[in-house]
């Protein structure tokens, strides 16, 4: 009979109480891989905590990677139409009321497959009636490399021509500010 590891890491589906349980370890996890990338900003987490709880608030939801009782991975889900503003190329194009962001993903062991697992398990368990396409926002300026192949070449993202977004962000040590560029990439479900 197959054996199955006691201590094996598993994905569940987590509202906003069970969210906050381990919201510790959520930025720790984003904090250490800030830390060790090559996208260096300060991560203000207040802000951060925010722009994540606000999604719930809106609606949304999260998929946590557990082991041994403490959250490893995680990604957290909101409707894209949520006040933000968005590309017209977005609202022309797109139903956005049935379509829902992925608006932070993080896995602290990356390239073993896991991330490819939680985006398995967001399909499967996804309301198809009510969303119809996935969204993301990833850095091209300066490049999130990782992020990108995930998306295109994994997960079976698009990117949405004429979409790209920019805003300030702050440097690791503080010392100055800089802007970056995020493009939209979309997926039909
Ligand atoms: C992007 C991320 C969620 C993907 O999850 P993952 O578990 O690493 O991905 P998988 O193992 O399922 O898929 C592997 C693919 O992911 C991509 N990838 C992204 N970052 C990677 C990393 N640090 N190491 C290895 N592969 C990485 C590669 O394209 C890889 O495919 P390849 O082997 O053909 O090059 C994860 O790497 C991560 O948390 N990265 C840091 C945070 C981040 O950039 N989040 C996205 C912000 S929009």
Redesign the pocket.
Known sequence: MEQVPINSPEIIKADLRLFQQHQQEILEIERD?IEN?S?AYLIDEENELDFMLDAFRKGGYSYLLMEDNRAV?F?VMGPLNDGTELPQAVTENYPVENCLH?K????????????????DKLLEELDKEKWKYLF????VDPP????I???T??AGFEVVPDAIVESTKTKKDGSETFQIKRQYLSKKV
């Open positions: 891989l990338s996208s991975g990604m992925i932070v993903m993080y896995i602290k062991s990356t390239g073993e497959g896991i991330g490819s697992a939680m985006m993301v926002r990833t850095w999130n490399e990782g992020a192949n995930f998306y070449k994994h």
